[in-house]
Every structure is written in C-alpha cells, then in structure tokens.
Nanobody, 128 residues
Framework: QVQLVESGGGLVQAGGSLRLSCAAS????????MGWFRQAPGKEREFVAA????????YYADSVKGRFTISRDNAKNTLYLQMNSLAPDDTGVYYC?????????????????????WGQGTQVTVSS
C-alpha cells in the first residue's frame, strides 16, 4: 500500500504564493509518474500538473501554466507544487496522486483514471 499525505495548504491573498508538498510512504515512488489535481466547491476534480518519474517531462493545465511548478525529490519520496500569483479561482482542495502502473521515464498523465493512489487533500483558499 501507498500512503500520500499533502501539506502546505492554507489561506492566502490573491497574488500570493504557496508550496504544497506530498510525502509518500509505504513504497519508494522514484519509478512512478505523479500528478496534482484540485477540486473546487461544486465542481469536478480537475487536472493541475503532472510529472514523469524521471522528472524530465512536465505538463500543466492551461489555467496554471506559467504560475505553478511541479517538481519531485525522489530521494525524499516527495512531490511538490509551487504556486505563484494565486487567484481566487485557484481555491479548492488539492490532491496528489501516483500511478503505480508502468510508465516510461518520459510519460506523464493527465487523467484521474490514470492514477492508482491519492492523498487526502489539502485546502487552498485564495481571497480577493
């Protein structure tokens, strides 16, 4: 089993920054693709960012491109999401996810169904 625990969420003013972390336990995740998703109140969960297991390939939703940066530290078994220039539309619960099925070092995944394990989420609230 894999446990993922997100942290770093909170309340921030528009234009501010937050850095989310996703710490994994139960398995070394250095060989697995990972991603971030978010869910706003009353909306479906949506893709935010993805990273291949080598870290060589990154992909972002258009809504966060240029503002968010996904990264990973395989030595620490941790995934990160640096969020800058936050806006009220970024408000929601942010989830990290890991895909345990095989993927090449250059593959990333944007669909929720591509992932096998999820964290419990961390709340991000951006005030205007």
């Amino acid at each position: 089993q894999v446990q993922l625990v997100e942290s770093g969420g909170g309340l921030v003013q528009a234009g501010g920054s937050l850095r989310l972390s996703c710490a994994a336990s139960g398995r070394t995740l250095s060989r697995y693709a990972m991603g971030w998703f978010r869910q706003a109140p009353g909306k479906e969960r949506e893709f935010v960012a993805a990273i291949s297991w080598t870290g060589s390939r990154l992909y972002y939703a258009d809504s966060v491109k240029g503002r968010f940066t996904i990264s990973r530290d395989n030595a620490k078994n941790t995934l990160y999401l640096q969020m800058n220039s936050l806006a009220p539309d970024d408000t929601g619960v942010y989830y990290c996810a890991v895909r345990l099925a095989w993927s090449s070092g250059s593959q990333y995944y944007t669909g929720a169904r591509d992932y096998d394990y999820w964290g419990q989420g961390t709340q991000v609230t951006v005030s205007s």
